[in-house]
Every structure is written in C-alpha cells, then in structure tokens.
C-alpha cells in the first residue's frame, strides 16, 4: 500500500475518534451541569478542557464554558469537532478508491451536518452532539461491514484504537488527579460522569454492581479486556492491527513498531490495579501515554515517512 493511502486512512479513524470522545465528552458535561449543586461550573469545564488535551493559559474566570463550546463549532481550533469532522472529510476524499461508497456517502452526511451547524452555530447542543455519536459509530459499522479487511482496513483500527488509548490515558489522568486521594469527601457524580464519559456506566455496574470505587473504576477503565472502552481493549486493538499489517506487507522493518506496540500491550495485560494504585496511577498513565507517542513515531518511520532506501531493502 502507497505511505499516502496508509497514512490518509490513518488519520481519517484518528479524527473520526477524536470527534466522536469529544462530543461524548462534553454531552457528559452538560448532562451534569443540570445535576450538580454547586455553581462552581468554571473548575469542572477547565478539568473537562485539559481532559481533551486542550491548552488553556489564556482562559479567564467566566471563559471556560465559551472555550468548550468553541470545541463544538470553531473551525479556528483543530482540536473542534467541526475541524475534525471536515479533515477526516479531506483525507477520505484523498483515497477515496480505496474506501467504500457507503463509507464515502456517511461521511459526506456528517460534513454537510457540521457545514450547516458551522453556518448557523449549534440550535440544539445536545441533538448535535448525539448526531456526531450516532454518525461516527454508524460510519464504523459500515466500515466493518463494506470494506475489505485488508491492509487499509487494518490502518483504520490502528488509527482508531490509537487515538483511543491516548484519550481514555488522559481523560482519567485529569480525572483521578482531581477526585481521587484527596481530603474532600467522594463525589459519586463525578465518578459516574466519568464512566458515561467512556461509556461505560452500564457495563461497569453489570461487572461491578453500582459501588462507584475508584479503584475498581479504574481497573475496568484501564485493564479490562472486553469492554471497548479500555485502555487494554485498545491496546490489544492496536498490536493485533499492526500485526496483520506487518504480514501483509512481509517487511522487516516492521518488528521495531510490532514491539512496541506489544510492549505497550503488555504493560495493560500484565498490569495489577493494587499495585498501579500504590506505585502511582499518574506514573503508570504517563507510560501508557509516552507508549502511544512511540506507538504513533514508529509507525509513522515504518509505514510512511520511511526512505527510499529502506522501502528498496524491504522488496
């Protein structure tokens, strides 16, 4: 497969991902402004902020809730969901020989959605952000179900599983930071907004009963291996997919990306909860975080910015 091809796959899963924890995200947040009872908004919409991996040293008292909703509609920020929607857009339209014509025709939906959203900001909040939900996971399905599962397939999940790992490793690292270990008393709003934030209440509480402890939330967040919510799930994703990739291409140089995407995916299997409480959650994220940069480098050196000399090597 051409580096372009891969890495336009690539990127398209990213941003379809990130618009998708974005909108999940911030609907939890606005769902709990109706259920708290203090009016301190601003604290939580700046934790909610740094959460989604978003600069705030210029955000004043009052501000906070003006910079998040910029998330929804600002095409200036990258990191909105309108601007990852429509560069997700881009890079199918870069390969579209290589997708589906129905990944192609619900993605076209969700652009023309964000388009007339940006024209006319946001009506209704709320319904927009489940039409993003709704539309990345039917996007999903579609993929799954009209593309062969190939090499550029295989480009989606680690895409995808990627972009995942990375956002839950930050979402509960500002989390537990703020709520957990702390003298103030347990908030289990907070606890249980964090679960629906990773849409996991349901299945957190089928595993665990509705006894919202840290602990346990952070095992099933962290190292549960069948929710696909995880940070393990998305581990084991991600190796599997880089794996495949690697025996289709048939390249040497795809052992250094393969180890360390199992040495990531290691860290999670093997990984104990009382002994990552007691060694420092913060510590053990910082790795999984610092896994996913390598993850992403060496992918990247491997399958698309790699030399001419090394793609003649390899054949």
Known sequence: MLSRVAESLYWMSRYLERAEHTARVIRVQLNLMLERETEDDDRHWKR???????????????????????????????????S????????????REQISSEMWE???RMFIEVKRADANEVSDVDDFLQAIKEGTH???????????????????????????AA???????VHFREFYGTDAEPEP??????????????????AYTADLRPDRIAEFLMLSPSFPHSIRFSADALETALKQVGAEVSSRRSARVERIAGRMQATLAFGQIDEIMSGGLHAYLETVLRQCSQAHSALYQTYITYPIEAALQAS
């Open 48 to 82: 909610m902020l740094k959460s989604l991996a978003v600069e705030m040293t210029d955000v004043k008292e009052g501000e906070a809730h003006a910079v998040a909703n910029s998330l929804i509609h600002s095409t200036a920020s990258r990191s909105s969901i309108i």
């Open 84 to 95: 990852c929607i429509m560069a997700a857009r881009e890079n199918s339209r870069q390969v």
């Open 106 to 108: 619900q993605l076209n």
């Open 138 to 164: 039917l996007f999903q399905g579609i993929t799954d179900s009209t593309m062969t599962h190939g090499e550029g397939w295989q480009f989606i999940q680690a895409g995808r599983s990627l972009e995942r």
């Open 167 to 173: 956002a839950l490793s930050t979402l509960l690292g």
């Open 189 to 206: 709003l907070e606890w249980m907004g964090l679960l629906r934030s990773c849409t996991a209440f349901e299945a957190y509480c089928k």
